[in-house]
């Protein structure tokens, strides 16, 4: 193995802290969605920023590649350690440092899950609203620039993350951000670790924005006989400036999925999922403005779900639409997809893709943030099958290329990782060349997450 001195340096500083059974390099070789698992050569459990710094000056001296690792729930191979090394596993990171509840902000260790720290700040009156549907690190939802349901009221973790601490490919700790809502002070280091899927630097620390809890909630479910009707209606939505909190597009084979896997009884039709925020007359009001549109395009009536139980029982189904779809066709893998528009293209993406998905014979429900103009294919495969394997390619790559030609991006919010990179040029032009500059510039040794984001050969 070409790391055996580094691995027995790591394993002689950290003990049992160092892993090499087979269970737990299993584990950590691959993510969420199917990409080919990499085993790492080791598990590091670290326990503190310090540590982190010192396993990674560690692994400089001996050219060690170092993948950081936070619940493993990505969908584009960020956590797979196509090169080996160290696997770095943040799950030990896990404190709540502080709840700053007049300032609505929190200071959180890599480690935290989304739904720990909610539950932490039930009894302030205060929230994190980003909610990717797993319960993911929020290291790793800084990491991958992750955002899901309410980034259409939100935002991303882009907009909620104010400052962060992190070690760089030298052991450097350093400092970006401050609890201040805004600054003028310089580049804006945060923002360009955010979402650098630990490839310029592992995230030690993060100071969140919060949110108040609203005073009223309402979630409904609107079905349509057309994608069309149900897309239109969410342009219109979102150009009245209507403040929904959540927006969600399920077509009618993601229903079935839906309805077989969480005991629901849904209209096999396209179908929007919808949640609104605010006061009292508030939420009555957008409610009642919707419903005004969605008849326009040929909406049902809501069935609404206000009490607490039923709007969680439908926000869980909803978040379980990955594993529902897997249940279509059991022993499958998912071969996992985004991309995102301009929201006036959308119906165009939405329908030409469900061409594709009808033309390549595959079984891929479509689902998406519309009102985000983002949306996810789960397109199921025997990955043994090289055929099946190389349909799935293709029809991802026809998505891609479409958003490309409609002005949109290949991922709203799954990240590059390794299964995007082939488009990065042809998104960004020149300002691939210049994320090149800076990842070598960062990490001249090309040893956090390599073969990720940027292609270093």
């Known amino acids: 193995m070409p790391f055996d001195t580094t691995i027995a340096t790591l394993k002689s500083e950290y003990g049992d802290r160092c892993a090499t059974s087979d269970a737990i390099l299993d584990y950590h070789s691959k993510g969420e969605a199917y990409h080919a698992p990499v085993r790492p050569d080791a598990v590091l459990f670290p326990g503190s920023t310090e540590e982190v710094a010192a396993i990674m000056r560690t692994c400089a001296a001996g050219a060690c590649p170092i993948v950081p690792f936070g619940t493993g729930t990505s969908l584009e191979g960020h956590v797979v350690p196509i090169r080996g090394g160290v696997s770095l596993d943040m799950s030990k990171m896990d404190k709540i440092l502080a709840v700053n509840a007049q300032d609505l902000d929190a200071v959180v260790q890599p480690g935290v899950t989304r739904r720990r720290l909610n539950e932490e700040l039930r009894d302030t009156g205060l929230m994190f609203p980003v909610d990717p549907g797993a319960d993911a690190s929020l290291g790793g939802m800084a990491a991958t620039r992750a955002s899901g349901t309410t980034a259409v009221r939100y935002g991303t973790m882009r907009e909620n993350v104010l400052a962060l601490e992190a070690v760089m490919a030298d052991g450097r700790i350093i400092r970006a951000g401050t609890r201040a809502r805004k600054s003028s002070a310089g580049y804006d280091l945060t923002k360009l670790l955010v979402g650098s899927e630990g490839t310029l630097g592992i995230i030690t620390e993060l100071t969140l924005r919060l949110q108040g809890q609203p005073e009223a909630v309402a979630s409904g479910v609107c079905t349509f006989d057309t994608v069309e009707g149900a897309v239109d209606a969410v342009i219109l939505t979102m150009q009245s400036g209507l403040p929904v909190a959540r927006i ?210």
Not at 291 to 316: C, M, P, Q, V
Not at 332 to 349: F, K, N, W
Not at 351 to 377: C, Q, R, W, Y
Not at 404 to 432: N, P, Q, R, S, W
């Open 248 to 457: 969600e597009f399920l077509d009618e084979l993601q229903i079935r999925a839906v309805n077989a896997y969480s005991k629901l009884s849904l209209a096999e039709k396209p179908t929007l999922f919808l949640e609104f925020h605010g006061t009292n007359a508030g939420v009555a009001e957008q409610s009642e403005r919707f419903g005004e549109i969605a008849h326009e395009y040929g909406g049902s009536d809501f069935d609404w779900a206000t009490k607490t139980e039923d709007r969680n029982r439908l926000w869980r189904a909803r978040h379980d639409a990955y594993y529902a779809v897997r249940a279509l066709r059991p022993g499958a893998q998912g071969y996992v997809t985004d991309a995102c528009v301009p929201i006036s293209r959308l119906a165009e993406a939405i329908i030409e893709t469900k061409k594709d998905i009808a033309d390549s014979g595959m079984l891929a429900p479509v689902v998406g943030h519309v009102g985000d103009g983002n949306f996810h294919l789960a397109i199921l495969i025997d990955p043994e099958d090289a055929s099946e394997l190389k349909a799935a390619e293709a029809l991802a790559h026809r998505i891609a290329e479409r958003a490309l030609d409609l002005g949109g991006t290949v991922t709203g919010e799954h990240g590059v990782g390794m299964g995007k990179m082939k488009y990065m040029a042809a998104e960004h032009g020149d300002g691939y060349d210049i994320m090149r500059q800076i990842k070598r510039a960062l990490d001249p040794q090309n040893l956090l997450n390599p073969g990720k984001i940027v292609d270093m050969n």
